[in-house]
Protein backbone atom coordinates (compact mmCIF):
# COMPACT_ATOMS: atom_id res chain seq x y z
CA UNK A 1 0.00 0.00 0.00
CA UNK A 2 2.77 2.71 0.87
CA UNK A 3 4.41 1.57 -2.52
CA UNK A 4 1.18 2.49 -4.25
CA UNK A 5 1.51 6.07 -2.27
CA UNK A 6 4.72 6.46 -3.30
CA UNK A 7 3.99 6.61 -6.95
CA UNK A 8 2.00 9.40 -7.77
CA UNK A 9 5.00 11.77 -5.67
CA UNK A 10 7.43 9.99 -8.17
CA UNK A 11 5.46 10.77 -11.52
CA UNK A 12 5.35 14.50 -10.61
CA UNK A 13 9.09 14.22 -10.07
CA UNK A 14 9.66 13.12 -12.91
CA UNK A 15 7.65 15.71 -15.12
CA UNK A 16 9.38 18.42 -13.19
CA UNK A 17 13.00 18.28 -14.93
CA UNK A 18 12.93 21.35 -17.33
CA UNK A 19 14.23 20.89 -20.77
CA UNK A 20 14.81 22.95 -23.75
CA UNK A 21 13.32 22.11 -26.98
CA UNK A 22 15.97 21.62 -29.58
CA UNK A 23 15.57 23.12 -32.99
CA UNK A 24 17.83 21.87 -35.37
CA UNK A 25 16.17 23.58 -38.57
CA UNK A 26 18.50 25.61 -41.25
CA UNK A 27 17.12 28.07 -43.33
CA UNK A 28 19.35 28.10 -47.22
CA UNK A 29 18.82 29.77 -50.16
CA UNK A 30 16.51 28.28 -53.06
CA UNK A 31 19.11 28.50 -55.24
CA UNK A 32 22.66 28.63 -55.55
CA UNK A 33 24.71 31.96 -56.57
CA UNK A 34 26.72 30.36 -59.15
CA UNK A 35 24.91 28.65 -62.00
CA UNK A 36 25.43 24.97 -61.80
CA UNK A 37 26.52 22.49 -65.16
CA UNK A 38 24.69 21.48 -67.31
CA UNK A 39 25.93 18.22 -68.07
CA UNK A 40 24.76 15.12 -69.71
CA UNK A 41 26.35 12.76 -67.16
CA UNK A 42 24.30 11.68 -63.99
CA UNK A 43 27.17 11.64 -60.94
CA UNK A 44 27.11 8.48 -59.27
CA UNK A 45 29.40 6.10 -57.48
CA UNK A 46 30.32 4.83 -60.86
CA UNK A 47 31.93 8.23 -61.82
CA UNK A 48 35.37 7.60 -61.58
CA UNK A 49 35.22 4.91 -64.59
CA UNK A 50 33.83 7.59 -66.68
CA UNK A 51 37.05 9.20 -66.34
CA UNK A 52 38.64 6.56 -68.28
CA UNK A 53 41.75 6.72 -66.37
CA UNK A 54 43.40 2.45 -65.95
CA UNK A 55 45.68 4.30 -63.68
CA UNK A 56 43.29 6.09 -61.80
CA UNK A 57 40.66 3.30 -61.50
CA UNK A 58 43.76 0.84 -60.39
CA UNK A 59 44.77 3.24 -57.06
CA UNK A 60 40.89 3.77 -55.91
CA UNK A 61 40.31 -0.01 -56.31
CA UNK A 62 43.14 -0.62 -54.24
CA UNK A 63 42.34 2.29 -51.62
CA UNK A 64 38.70 0.55 -51.11
CA UNK A 65 40.27 -2.54 -50.23
CA UNK A 66 43.15 -1.28 -48.27
CA UNK A 67 42.54 1.65 -46.92
CA UNK A 68 42.82 1.93 -42.84
CA UNK A 69 40.79 5.11 -42.69
CA UNK A 70 38.17 3.00 -44.62
CA UNK A 71 38.31 -0.13 -43.07
CA UNK A 72 37.99 1.72 -39.31
CA UNK A 73 34.60 3.23 -40.72
CA UNK A 74 33.84 -0.57 -41.76
CA UNK A 75 34.64 -1.29 -38.25
CA UNK A 76 32.80 1.48 -37.02
CA UNK A 77 29.89 0.40 -38.54
CA UNK A 78 29.85 -2.95 -37.37
CA UNK A 79 30.24 -1.82 -33.62
CA UNK A 80 27.32 0.26 -33.89
CA UNK A 81 25.36 -2.50 -35.26
CA UNK A 82 26.55 -5.11 -32.37
CA UNK A 83 25.40 -1.82 -29.92
CA UNK A 84 21.69 -1.72 -31.12
CA UNK A 85 21.60 -5.54 -30.85
CA UNK A 86 22.42 -5.61 -27.86
CA UNK A 87 20.27 -2.73 -26.62
CA UNK A 88 17.55 -4.45 -28.41
CA UNK A 89 17.72 -7.44 -26.62
CA UNK A 90 16.93 -5.74 -23.82
CA UNK A 91 12.73 -5.90 -24.77
CA UNK A 92 13.07 -9.68 -24.60
CA UNK A 93 13.07 -11.97 -21.51
CA UNK A 94 16.52 -13.65 -20.08
CA UNK A 95 16.93 -17.08 -19.84
CA UNK A 96 19.81 -18.65 -17.98
CA UNK A 97 20.37 -22.36 -16.84
CA UNK A 98 22.74 -23.82 -14.37
CA UNK A 99 23.88 -27.20 -14.09
CA UNK A 100 25.90 -28.73 -11.58
CA UNK A 101 27.59 -32.08 -10.64
CA UNK A 102 29.03 -33.31 -7.10
CA UNK A 103 30.90 -36.14 -6.39
CA UNK A 104 31.85 -37.35 -2.88
CA UNK A 105 32.72 -40.11 -0.54
CA UNK A 106 35.00 -40.95 2.04
CA UNK A 107 36.37 -44.24 4.12
CA UNK A 108 33.67 -44.65 6.00
CA UNK A 109 30.85 -43.43 3.73
CA UNK A 110 29.99 -44.62 0.35
CA UNK A 111 30.56 -42.73 -2.50
CA UNK A 112 27.43 -40.28 -3.49
CA UNK A 113 27.19 -38.27 -6.42
CA UNK A 114 24.35 -35.43 -6.51
CA UNK A 115 23.09 -33.69 -9.73
CA UNK A 116 20.94 -30.56 -9.80
CA UNK A 117 20.00 -28.19 -12.74
CA UNK A 118 18.43 -24.39 -12.22
CA UNK A 119 16.64 -22.26 -14.70
CA UNK A 120 16.36 -18.65 -14.33
CA UNK A 121 14.22 -16.38 -16.34
CA UNK A 122 13.94 -12.31 -15.75
CA UNK A 123 12.08 -9.75 -17.65
CA UNK A 124 11.77 -5.81 -17.52
CA UNK A 125 8.86 -4.84 -18.56
CA UNK A 126 8.87 -1.73 -20.62
CA UNK A 127 6.29 0.30 -18.56
CA UNK A 128 7.70 3.64 -20.18
CA UNK A 129 9.49 2.93 -22.79
CA UNK A 130 13.04 3.46 -22.51
CA UNK A 131 14.04 0.13 -23.45
CA UNK A 132 11.79 0.69 -26.80
CA UNK A 133 13.71 4.75 -27.55
CA UNK A 134 17.35 3.21 -26.02
CA UNK A 135 17.23 0.32 -28.94
CA UNK A 136 15.80 3.24 -31.56
CA UNK A 137 18.43 5.63 -30.45
CA UNK A 138 21.51 3.30 -30.91
CA UNK A 139 19.63 1.76 -34.22
CA UNK A 140 19.99 5.28 -35.57
CA UNK A 141 23.23 5.64 -34.55
CA UNK A 142 23.94 2.61 -36.63
CA UNK A 143 22.29 4.45 -39.14
CA UNK A 144 24.48 7.02 -39.08
CA UNK A 145 28.08 5.22 -39.05
CA UNK A 146 26.69 3.27 -42.51
CA UNK A 147 26.13 6.94 -43.70
CA UNK A 148 29.78 7.76 -42.22
CA UNK A 149 30.97 5.02 -44.07
CA UNK A 150 29.88 5.83 -47.03
CA UNK A 151 31.17 9.74 -46.79
CA UNK A 152 34.25 8.07 -45.90
CA UNK A 153 34.70 6.97 -48.95
CA UNK A 154 33.54 9.57 -50.95
CA UNK A 155 36.35 11.84 -49.42
CA UNK A 156 38.44 8.83 -49.55
CA UNK A 157 38.16 8.90 -53.25
CA UNK A 158 38.31 12.15 -53.97
CA UNK A 159 42.13 12.37 -52.25
CA UNK A 160 42.60 9.79 -54.12
CA UNK A 161 41.77 11.39 -57.53
CA UNK A 162 42.47 14.73 -56.04
CA UNK A 163 46.45 13.52 -55.46
CA UNK A 164 46.51 11.85 -58.92
CA UNK A 165 45.76 14.37 -60.51
CA UNK A 166 48.40 16.70 -58.78
CA UNK A 167 50.92 14.12 -59.66
CA UNK A 168 50.29 13.80 -63.65
CA UNK A 169 50.37 17.88 -63.63
CA UNK A 170 53.91 17.31 -61.18
CA UNK A 171 55.21 15.69 -63.88
CA UNK A 172 54.16 17.74 -66.88
CA UNK A 173 55.97 21.13 -64.96
CA UNK A 174 58.70 17.92 -64.49
CA UNK A 175 59.06 17.71 -68.41
CA UNK A 176 59.08 21.67 -69.00
CA UNK A 177 62.03 22.22 -66.21
CA UNK A 178 63.84 19.21 -68.14
CA UNK A 179 62.72 21.00 -71.39
CA UNK A 180 64.40 24.16 -69.93
CA UNK A 181 67.87 22.71 -68.56
CA UNK A 182 68.31 20.88 -71.84
CA UNK A 183 67.47 24.31 -73.48
CA UNK A 184 69.82 25.98 -71.09
CA UNK A 185 72.96 23.50 -72.10
CA UNK A 186 72.39 24.86 -75.78
CA UNK A 187 72.57 28.32 -75.04
CA UNK A 188 74.89 28.00 -72.88
CA UNK A 189 77.41 26.30 -75.95
CA UNK A 190 76.58 28.83 -78.32
CA UNK A 191 77.52 31.14 -75.34
CA UNK A 192 81.30 29.64 -74.94
CA UNK A 193 81.54 29.61 -78.92
CA UNK A 194 80.40 33.20 -79.33
CA UNK A 195 82.78 34.41 -76.64
CA UNK A 196 85.66 31.74 -78.02
CA UNK A 197 85.21 33.65 -81.22
CA UNK A 198 85.16 37.07 -79.37
CA UNK A 199 81.72 38.16 -80.28
CA UNK A 200 80.06 38.38 -77.25
CA UNK A 201 81.51 39.27 -73.66
CA UNK A 202 82.36 36.79 -70.99
CA UNK A 203 79.88 37.92 -69.00
CA UNK A 204 77.03 36.02 -70.95
CA UNK A 205 79.37 32.73 -70.66
CA UNK A 206 78.94 33.36 -66.81
CA UNK A 207 75.19 34.27 -66.73
CA UNK A 208 74.61 31.28 -69.50
CA UNK A 209 76.35 29.08 -66.51
CA UNK A 210 74.43 30.33 -63.88
CA UNK A 211 70.83 29.92 -65.53
CA UNK A 212 72.04 25.98 -66.42
CA UNK A 213 72.43 25.61 -62.89
CA UNK A 214 69.15 27.48 -61.72
CA UNK A 215 67.31 25.68 -64.01
CA UNK A 216 68.91 22.04 -63.03
CA UNK A 217 67.71 23.59 -59.38
CA UNK A 218 64.43 23.68 -60.31
CA UNK A 219 64.21 20.54 -62.22
CA UNK A 220 65.39 18.54 -59.01
CA UNK A 221 63.04 20.51 -56.54
CA UNK A 222 59.96 19.54 -58.76
CA UNK A 223 61.22 15.60 -59.23
CA UNK A 224 61.40 15.93 -55.41
CA UNK A 225 57.96 17.38 -55.06
CA UNK A 226 56.29 14.76 -57.63
CA UNK A 227 57.81 11.90 -55.16
CA UNK A 228 56.39 13.51 -52.50
CA UNK A 229 52.36 13.40 -54.01
CA UNK A 230 53.10 9.85 -55.15
CA UNK A 231 54.36 8.99 -51.46
CA UNK A 232 51.33 10.62 -50.08
CA UNK A 233 49.02 8.74 -52.34
CA UNK A 234 50.00 5.41 -51.70
CA UNK A 235 49.67 6.27 -47.69
CA UNK A 236 46.56 7.38 -48.23
CA UNK A 237 45.36 3.89 -50.35
CA UNK A 238 46.69 1.80 -47.79
CA UNK A 239 49.34 0.52 -50.07
CA UNK A 240 53.12 -0.45 -50.20
CA UNK A 241 55.30 2.70 -51.61
CA UNK A 242 56.70 0.33 -54.74
CA UNK A 243 53.13 -0.63 -55.85
CA UNK A 244 51.89 2.68 -55.99
CA UNK A 245 55.36 4.27 -57.80
CA UNK A 246 54.52 1.25 -60.43
CA UNK A 247 51.16 2.25 -60.80
CA UNK A 248 51.88 5.71 -61.48
CA UNK A 249 54.78 4.78 -64.02
CA UNK A 250 52.01 3.84 -66.38
CA UNK A 251 50.32 6.56 -68.41
CA UNK A 252 50.81 10.19 -68.43
CA UNK A 253 48.88 13.42 -69.06
CA UNK A 254 45.92 14.31 -67.17
CA UNK A 255 43.12 12.67 -67.27
CA UNK A 256 39.96 14.11 -69.10
CA UNK A 257 37.26 15.90 -66.97
CA UNK A 258 33.74 14.42 -66.98
CA UNK A 259 31.23 17.18 -66.40
CA UNK A 260 28.12 16.07 -64.16
CA UNK A 261 24.66 17.59 -63.63
CA UNK A 262 24.17 19.28 -60.48
CA UNK A 263 20.93 20.48 -59.04
CA UNK A 264 20.19 24.34 -59.03
CA UNK A 265 18.52 23.63 -56.03
CA UNK A 266 20.42 23.08 -52.52
CA UNK A 267 17.49 21.06 -50.63
CA UNK A 268 18.10 18.51 -52.89
CA UNK A 269 21.93 18.77 -51.93
CA UNK A 270 20.96 17.52 -48.60
CA UNK A 271 19.01 13.92 -49.32
CA UNK A 272 22.85 12.75 -51.06
CA UNK A 273 25.27 14.46 -48.90
CA UNK A 274 26.21 11.47 -46.23
CA UNK A 275 27.55 13.96 -43.41
CA UNK A 276 24.45 15.89 -43.18
CA UNK A 277 22.00 12.37 -43.31
CA UNK A 278 24.65 11.17 -40.57
CA UNK A 279 24.19 14.34 -38.63
CA UNK A 280 20.38 14.44 -39.13
CA UNK A 281 20.42 10.86 -38.14
CA UNK A 282 22.64 11.36 -34.76
CA UNK A 283 20.51 14.46 -33.73
CA UNK A 284 17.37 12.01 -33.79
CA UNK A 285 19.35 9.70 -31.87
CA UNK A 286 19.68 12.34 -28.95
CA UNK A 287 16.48 13.48 -29.11
CA UNK A 288 15.82 9.62 -28.04
CA UNK A 289 18.54 10.16 -25.50
CA UNK A 290 16.38 12.77 -23.60
CA UNK A 291 13.21 10.20 -23.19
CA UNK A 292 15.16 7.10 -22.13
CA UNK A 293 16.61 9.75 -19.53
CA UNK A 294 13.11 11.29 -18.72
CA UNK A 295 12.31 7.21 -18.55
CA UNK A 296 14.51 6.48 -16.08
CA UNK A 297 12.74 8.55 -13.50
CA UNK A 298 10.08 6.06 -13.42
CA UNK A 299 9.48 3.05 -11.57
CA UNK A 300 11.00 -0.05 -13.01
CA UNK A 301 9.57 -3.41 -13.15
CA UNK A 302 10.71 -6.63 -12.94
CA UNK A 303 9.30 -10.19 -13.92
CA UNK A 304 11.95 -13.22 -12.27
CA UNK A 305 11.43 -16.39 -11.98
CA UNK A 306 13.30 -20.16 -11.27
CA UNK A 307 12.40 -23.98 -11.96
CA UNK A 308 14.77 -26.04 -10.04
CA UNK A 309 15.18 -29.09 -13.04
CA UNK A 310 15.83 -31.68 -10.47
CA UNK A 311 12.92 -30.55 -8.96
CA UNK A 312 10.22 -29.28 -11.52
CA UNK A 313 7.97 -28.65 -8.22
CA UNK A 314 10.24 -26.51 -6.92
CA UNK A 315 9.54 -23.16 -8.45
CA UNK A 316 9.65 -19.33 -7.32
CA UNK A 317 7.77 -16.59 -9.38
CA UNK A 318 7.61 -12.96 -8.98
CA UNK A 319 7.25 -8.78 -9.40
CA UNK A 320 10.22 -6.86 -8.56
CA UNK A 321 9.29 -3.19 -8.61
CA UNK A 322 12.18 -0.60 -7.98
CA UNK A 323 11.26 2.69 -7.35
CA UNK A 324 13.90 5.78 -7.64
CA UNK A 325 13.17 7.44 -4.24
CA UNK A 326 16.81 9.19 -3.92
CA UNK A 327 19.56 9.35 -6.01
CA UNK A 328 20.92 12.73 -5.03
CA UNK A 329 19.47 14.37 -8.08
CA UNK A 330 22.07 11.93 -10.51
CA UNK A 331 18.78 10.57 -12.73
CA UNK A 332 17.54 14.74 -12.80
CA UNK A 333 20.71 15.86 -14.05
CA UNK A 334 21.21 12.85 -16.88
CA UNK A 335 18.04 14.28 -18.65
CA UNK A 336 19.26 17.77 -18.10
CA UNK A 337 22.79 16.25 -19.72
CA UNK A 338 20.91 14.35 -22.99
CA UNK A 339 19.08 17.47 -23.18
CA UNK A 340 22.48 19.46 -23.70
CA UNK A 341 23.61 16.95 -25.74
CA UNK A 342 20.51 17.27 -27.66
CA UNK A 343 21.05 21.14 -28.13
CA UNK A 344 24.76 20.49 -29.69
CA UNK A 345 23.76 18.13 -31.92
CA UNK A 346 20.91 20.26 -33.27
CA UNK A 347 23.44 22.94 -33.54
CA UNK A 348 26.03 20.69 -35.15
CA UNK A 349 23.53 19.28 -37.48
CA UNK A 350 22.94 23.28 -39.00
CA UNK A 351 26.44 23.77 -38.85
CA UNK A 352 26.92 20.83 -41.36
CA UNK A 353 24.26 22.24 -43.21
CA UNK A 354 25.78 25.19 -44.33
CA UNK A 355 29.11 23.81 -44.26
CA UNK A 356 27.40 21.29 -46.95
CA UNK A 357 26.08 24.50 -49.16
CA UNK A 358 28.91 26.53 -48.68
CA UNK A 359 31.40 24.04 -50.46
CA UNK A 360 29.18 23.37 -53.27
CA UNK A 361 28.80 27.31 -53.50
CA UNK A 362 33.00 27.46 -53.22
CA UNK A 363 33.40 24.20 -55.88
CA UNK A 364 31.14 25.88 -58.66
CA UNK A 365 32.51 29.29 -58.20
CA UNK A 366 36.25 28.03 -58.31
CA UNK A 367 35.27 25.78 -61.16
CA UNK A 368 33.68 28.87 -63.13
CA UNK A 369 36.86 30.21 -62.66
CA UNK A 370 38.97 27.58 -63.73
CA UNK A 371 37.02 27.34 -66.98
CA UNK A 372 37.88 30.74 -68.03
CA UNK A 373 41.41 30.48 -66.87
CA UNK A 374 42.17 27.78 -68.56
CA UNK A 375 40.69 29.61 -71.89
CA UNK A 376 43.23 32.41 -71.38
CA UNK A 377 46.31 30.28 -70.73
CA UNK A 378 45.88 29.04 -73.97
CA UNK A 379 46.29 32.34 -75.32
CA UNK A 380 49.02 33.53 -72.37
CA UNK A 381 51.43 30.09 -73.90
CA UNK A 382 50.60 31.28 -77.74
CA UNK A 383 51.69 35.19 -77.35
CA UNK A 384 54.18 34.72 -75.23
CA UNK A 385 55.60 31.91 -77.97
CA UNK A 386 55.65 34.62 -80.58
CA UNK A 387 57.58 36.93 -78.12
CA UNK A 388 60.33 34.35 -77.56
CA UNK A 389 60.83 33.53 -81.41
CA UNK A 390 61.41 36.69 -82.25
CA UNK A 391 63.46 38.23 -79.43
CA UNK A 392 65.50 34.53 -80.26
CA UNK A 393 65.81 35.49 -84.06
CA UNK A 394 67.45 38.96 -82.68
CA UNK A 395 69.43 37.85 -80.68
CA UNK A 396 70.96 34.97 -82.94
CA UNK A 397 71.49 38.03 -85.28
CA UNK A 398 73.50 39.69 -82.49
CA UNK A 399 70.24 42.42 -81.72
CA UNK A 400 69.17 41.41 -78.18
CA UNK A 401 71.22 40.33 -75.81
CA UNK A 402 71.39 36.89 -73.18
CA UNK A 403 69.24 38.61 -70.19
CA UNK A 404 66.36 39.44 -73.15
CA UNK A 405 66.40 36.45 -74.44
CA UNK A 406 66.50 34.77 -70.72
CA UNK A 407 63.30 36.89 -69.83
CA UNK A 408 61.80 35.72 -72.70
CA UNK A 409 62.36 32.31 -72.52
CA UNK A 410 61.72 32.36 -68.49
CA UNK A 411 57.65 34.03 -69.95
CA UNK A 412 57.34 30.86 -71.77
CA UNK A 413 58.14 28.45 -69.10
CA UNK A 414 55.68 30.55 -66.61
CA UNK A 415 53.26 30.38 -69.09
CA UNK A 416 53.71 26.51 -70.26
CA UNK A 417 53.64 26.02 -66.42
CA UNK A 418 50.67 28.45 -65.74
CA UNK A 419 48.56 26.53 -69.01
CA UNK A 420 48.99 22.56 -66.85
CA UNK A 421 48.49 24.44 -63.38
CA UNK A 422 44.83 25.70 -65.53
CA UNK A 423 43.94 22.38 -66.71
CA UNK A 424 44.66 20.70 -63.20
CA UNK A 425 42.88 22.88 -61.19
CA UNK A 426 39.65 22.76 -63.69
CA UNK A 427 39.78 19.03 -63.03
CA UNK A 428 40.58 19.32 -59.17
CA UNK A 429 37.46 21.56 -59.15
CA UNK A 430 35.61 19.03 -60.50
CA UNK A 431 36.78 16.57 -58.13
CA UNK A 432 35.96 18.99 -55.78
CA UNK A 433 32.71 19.40 -56.94
CA UNK A 434 31.96 15.56 -57.12
CA UNK A 435 32.82 15.45 -52.98
CA UNK A 436 30.94 18.49 -52.29
CA UNK A 437 27.67 17.07 -53.61
CA UNK A 438 28.21 13.94 -51.87
CA UNK A 439 29.96 11.59 -54.58
CA UNK A 440 26.95 10.28 -55.78
CA UNK A 441 26.05 8.24 -52.98
CA UNK A 442 22.45 8.13 -51.65
CA UNK A 443 20.43 6.46 -48.59
CA UNK A 444 19.73 3.72 -51.01
CA UNK A 445 23.78 2.73 -51.71
CA UNK A 446 24.82 -0.32 -50.17
CA UNK A 447 28.11 0.96 -47.94
CA UNK A 448 30.28 -1.48 -46.32
CA UNK A 449 30.66 -4.51 -48.61
CA UNK A 450 28.35 -6.37 -46.97
CA UNK A 451 29.34 -5.51 -43.64
Known amino acids: MRFIVLLPAVALAACGVATIEPDAAAAVSRHYGTATPEASATLDLGWWSQVGDPQLTRLLTLARNSSPDLKTAAANVLAARATA ?146 QTIATAAGIPQAEG ?45 VDVAKADLYPSLTLGGTVTATDASSWSFGPALSLPIFDGGRRRAAVRSANAEALASAESYRATVFTAVGEVEEALTRLAASEKNLSNAGTLVAEYQDYFDAIDNDWEAGGAT ?50
Open 402 to 451: LLDREDARRQVQSALITRITQRENLLRQWIALYKAVGGGWSGRTQTTNGA
Open 85 to 230: GQTGADLYPSVTGEVSATVSGGEETSRITSRTGLVDASWEVDLFGRARDATKADTLRARSEEASFAGAYVSLAAEIADGYVRYRACRMVEDVYRDAVTSQIQTLRSTEDLVAAGMSATADRSLARANVASARISLETQKADCTVIA
Open 245 to 289: RAILASGGGLPSARPFKVSSVPADLLRQRPDVVAAELDFSATLLD
